[in-house]
């Protein structure tokens, strides 16, 4: 037995114990400078690529720091230069359960490529919790702070902007001093979805959109009203009553058991696609020979169900690319000017929702 510690403290270690792993000690300028036998303002030369020194000294003063593994101060080196190199990031729609949109397939894409679009420009993004502008990260330095689907008079867009802090968001900031922004057109999206499934012989298109007043969601409302006034169709909406997969299944089921049966449904709610086919089992429809079905979604498990769903992505990645590349314009340039895009969604027509004597 081992004899227990005194005053508190830890066993002795014995001669068979390993010995405790110490971290090796950090390179820095002045040992590069030395074991290349250059001066440090040199060798500091050298590695930024500044001052008039001849190909063989730069050389040699960068073999030297490769060969012994110096890695430049990031965070001094910012401190110089006056910026931290910042990027908040937080998601407006979700602003009653703050990380939880890191389990929707849409906003994680959008977050991953968010993430990996500002570091190839040299800046780290740091996730926040969403509603009004928070104490605990407030005072952090940031260059710009990305709110992504922000509610309707949503709070933390004020503050920023109150605050003389960049904005990036959707097209609801557009025209104001210091935000910029992108976007896709909901109108566009609707009206694409729609007709494909007229075509396809739909009459009766039930819409399934989550009782929320993003931009986004209020321009699929708005379209869907305006194509069905346009064609002398009936609107059928079913909001669902919070996110997630019960909620939203809860809202197909009630437009599937209405009482004059769709033969269609445009899931803009997100959804797994596979729990709509199954919805629509359940209830007595044959997708896609009694119902046609459309689902805005980012899930890759829709073009492997039976029949294959057909999906309205709206480009996550190609959104983050977008607007990292707008953001970090503005960014480098100093310009508050306000500035946007607009990227087109793309609808991926499969089994779901095209019959077989139509092509």
């Known amino acids: ?59 040699k003063a960068r073999d030297t720091a490769r060969r012994m593994g110096y890695r430049p101060n990031a965070a001094a080196r910012q401190l110089r ?17 703050p990380w939880t949109y890191l389990e929707s397939p849409y906003f994680a894409q959008l977050t991953s490529a968010t993430a990996a679009a500002a570091l190839r420009h040299g800046y780290a993004l740091v996730m926040l919790p969403a509603g009004s502008l928070q104490g605990e990260w407030a005072d952090l330095p940031f260059e ?39 976007d896709v057109d909901a109108g566009a999206a609707v009206r694409e979805t729609l007709d494909h499934l007229r075509d396809q012989g739909a009459r009766r298109t039930a819409l ?7 931009r986004f969601h209020r321009g699929v409302l708005t379209a869907y009203h305006a194509w069905c006034a346009a064609h002398g169709d009936t609107p059928r909406v079913t909001l669902a009553a919070d996110i997630g997969n019960g909620p939203v299944v809860e809202a197909v089921d009630g437009a599937l058991t209405a009482a004059e049966r769709p033969d269609a449904l445009f899931v803009v709610a997100e959804l797994s696609p596979p729990l709509v086919l199954e919805a629509a089992r359940r209830h007595g429809y044959d997708v896609p020979g009694d119902l046609l079905v459309v689902c ?52 991926m027509v499969r089994g779901s929702s095209r019959r077989a004597d139509r092509g």
Do not use: C, Q
């Open 296 to 347: 805005a979604s980012e899930e890759t498990t829709a073009a492997y169900t039976d029949p294959p769903v057909s999906t309205l992505s709206l480009r996550p990645g190609e959104v983050a690319e977008a607007g990292i590349e707008l953001l970090v314009a503005a960014l480098e340039n100093g310009d508050d000017e306000p500035s946007g895009v607009l990227v087109p969604t793309r609808l």
């Open 1 to 59: 037995m081992t004899d227990a510690p005194r005053h508190g403290g830890h066993p002795s270690r014995t001669a068979s114990d390993p010995a405790p792993r110490t971290a090796p000690p950090r390179v820095r300028l002045v040992d590069v400078a030395r074991e290349a036998g250059l001066s440090k303002t040199t060798v500091s030369a050298a590695l930024n690529g500044t001052g008039r020194l001849s190909p063989a000294v730069r050389e």
């Open 81 to 97: 230069a006056g910026r931290a190199r910042l990027i908040g990031y937080v998601v407006g729609e979700f602003a009653g359960r």
């Open 208 to 214: 399934v959109l989550p009782d929320s007043t993003t």
């Open 144 to 182: 710009a702070v990305i709110v992504a689907d922000p509610v309707a008079d949503d709070g933390v867009v004020e503050d920023l902007l109150a605050a003389r802090i960049p904005v990036f968001s959707d097209a609801s900031v557009e025209g104001r001093a210091g935000a910029h922004w992108v």
